[in-house]
T-cell receptor, first 114, second 114 residues
Framework: GNSVTQMEGPVTLSEEAFLTINCTYTATGYPSLFWYVQYPGEGLQLLLKATKADDKGSNKGFEATYRKETTSFHLEKGSVQVSDSAVYFCALSVGAGNNRKLIWGLGTSLAVNP | DTAVSQTPKYLVTQMGNDKSIKCEQNLGHDTMYWYKQDSKKFLKIMFSYNNKELIINETVPNRFSPKSPDKAHLNLHINSLELGDSAVYFC?????????????FGEGSRLTVL
C-alpha cells in the first residue's frame, strides 16, 4: 500500500541551526512528493515538491531531494529562523485526475528559539 | 480576496446539536475536499467533490453530510454532534485537470463540542 512516515516531533532548535526532517515513503508506481507547512492558526500551504526521481524541490531556503533508491524525501534547511516554527507535513500523490489522492505523514512540529 | 474561505472560523456548540461549515473558493478549481485535523495535528481526508459530484467518502459517519451546490462551494453539515467531533476542519481545493497534486487550503474552522 501507499504510506508516508516522517520523524516524530517536536523538534526544537536554536536560530541558525541546521534542520533535517526525515520522510520516507512506500508507494506503487511513481508518486509525486510534497512538503507542506502549517503555521500556527493557519491552513496548510505547499512548501515544495518533486515529481520524479532525483528532482530537488526548493523554496524559502528549504530543500528536499526525491531519492527513489532510499524512498526518501528529507526536508533540510541550512539555517532556521524563528519564523520557521510550524508543523511540517510530508505527502505523496498517487493516482491521477479524479482518482488522485494525497497520502499524508503525521506531521512534525518545529519550534525555533531565538 | 481569499482564495479558499471558510465560515465560521470558530464554532462552539453543545453535544447533540446540528451545525454547518461553509467553504467557498475563487480559484476556479474543479475539486474540493474536506479534511479533519485532530489535536495531534493528524490530517484525515473526509470527502472530495469534483464538479459537484462526490468522489471520495472516507469511512465517515453518516452524521456528516457534504453538499456542493456549485463548483465554487462545498459545505459540511454535521448532525447530532459528539465530543469526538471536536477538531479543526479544513476545506481544500485543487485542479484535477492540471494534475499537479497541489492543494490549496482554507484557514480552517475550529469546532469545539461541549
Amino acid at each position: 500500500g501507499n504510506s508516508v512516515t516522517q520523524m516524530e516531533g517536536p523538534v526544537t532548535l536554536s536560530e541558525e541551526a541546521f534542520l533535517t526532517i526525515n520522510c520516507t515513503y512506500t508507494a506503487t508506481g511513481y508518486p509525486s512528493l510534497f512538503w507542506y507547512v502549517q503555521y500556527p492558526g493557519e491552513g496548510l500551504q505547499l512548501l515544495l515538491k518533486a515529481t520524479k526521481a532525483d528532482d530537488k524541490g526548493s523554496n524559502k531556503g528549504f530543500e528536499a531531494t526525491y531519492r527513489k533508491e532510499t524512498t526518501s524525501f528529507h526536508l533540510e534547511k541550512g539555517s532556521v529562523q524563528v519564523s520557521d516554527s510550524a508543523v511540517y507535513f510530508c505527502a505523496l500523490s498517487v493516482g491521477a485526475g479524479n482518482n488522485r489522492k494525497l497520502i499524508w505523514g503525521l506531521g512534525t512540529s518545529l519550534a525555533v528559539n531565538p | 480576496d481569499t482564495a479558499v474561505s471558510q465560515t465560521p472560523k470558530y464554532l462552539v456548540t453543545q453535544m447533540g446539536n446540528d451545525k454547518s461549515i461553509k467553504c467557498e473558493q475563487n480559484l476556479g478549481h474543479d475539486t474540493m475536499y474536506w479534511y479533519k485535523q485532530d489535536s495531534k495535528k493528524f490530517l484525515k481526508i473526509m470527502f472530495s467533490y469534483n464538479n459537484k459530484e462526490l468522489i471520495i467518502n472516507e469511512t465517515v459517519p453518516n452524521r456528516f453530510s457534504p453538499k456542493s451546490p456549485d463548483k465554487a462551494h462545498l459545505n459540511l453539515h454535521i448532525n447530532s454532534l459528539e465530543l469526538g467531533d471536536s477538531a479543526v476542519y479544513f476545506c481544500a481545493t485543487d485542479n484535477s485537470g492540471r494534475n499537479t497534486g497541489e492543494l490549496f487550503f482554507g484557514e480552517g474552522s475550529r469546532l469545539t463540542v461541549l
